[in-house]
């Protein structure tokens, strides 16, 4: 499996600031993923970032917001813009992995914001 | 995309076996069937994985039914550190364009 390390693991952030999150992957892989999760909910899916191309969004997101970079196999980083309180969530990347023949997906440890 | 339908809360004891049905109606013939753990303030931990009949692991149990419409995750003999949620996706894992999505998860308590 995929060992995956985020930074960073938590931040205090105030309302207008910008954050950005690294993840990084032991291996390489081609397709990540950037989650939001706010609290007590399930996780959803901000963006799939594939190396040397452009990053497709899921509805409700767009690039403006979070900007993402995947500059190389192993990274990728997630911006959030303009910063506020709603944007208070955990991040979470995860990557596409082979496992036994199959795709897997495996995640990072997670950032958790909070916007004041 | 296949959409899966969870128990929102479930509670055990320890030492107990914890079966976890999921529900994915519309399953598409290329789809896998996927596990997830997560404790608060964690990313999700992979469990297990299956596309058809058993499935098991040092963890857990997967089964599926023949008409792969459903799937049961068995934890054998839970203890305290169970107590977390437990996602169940579908998606394609053949190398297709699998865009995995979250349902709302299944809250495990286990009780001493």
């Known amino acids: 499996s995929a060992v995956i390390s985020q930074k960073p693991s938590r931040d205090i952030c105030q309302r207008g600031t910008s954050l950005t999150i690294q993840c990084q992957v032991d291996s390489q892989v081609t397709m990540m993923f950037w989650y939001r999760q706010q609290p007590g909910q399930s996780l959803t899916l901000i963006a799939t970032?594939?190396?040397?191309?452009?990053?497709?969004?899921e509805s409700g997101f767009v690039i403006d917001k979070f900007p993402i970079s995947r500059p190389n196999l192993t990274f990728s980083t997630l911006t959030v813009s303009n910063m506020s309180p709603e944007d208070s969530s955990i991040y979470l990347c995860?990557?596409?992995?082979?496992?036994?023949?199959?795709?897997?997906?495996?995640f990072g440890p997670g950032t958790r914001l909070t916007v004041l | 995309l296949a959409k899966t339908t969870q128990p929102i809360s479930m509670d055990s004891y320890e030492g107990q076996e914890v079966n976890i049905t999921c529900s994915h109606n519309n399953i598409a013939t290329n789809d896998y069937i996927t596990w997830y753990q997560q404790f608060p303030s964690q990313g999700p931990r992979f469990i297990i994985q299956g596309y058809k009949t058993k499935v098991t692991n040092e963890v857990a149990s997967l089964f599926i039914p023949a008409d792969r419409k459903s799937s049961t995750l068995s934890l054998p003999r839970v203890s305290l550190s169970d107590t977390a949620v437990y996602y169940c996706l579908v998606g394609d894992g053949s190398g297709g364009s699998y865009i995995p999505t979250f349902g709302r998860g299944t809250s495990l308590i286990v009780h001493p």
């Open positions: 995860s990557v596409e992995s082979s496992r036994e023949g199959t795709d897997t997906q495996y």
């Open positions: 970032a594939n190396q040397g191309s452009e990053a497709t969004y």
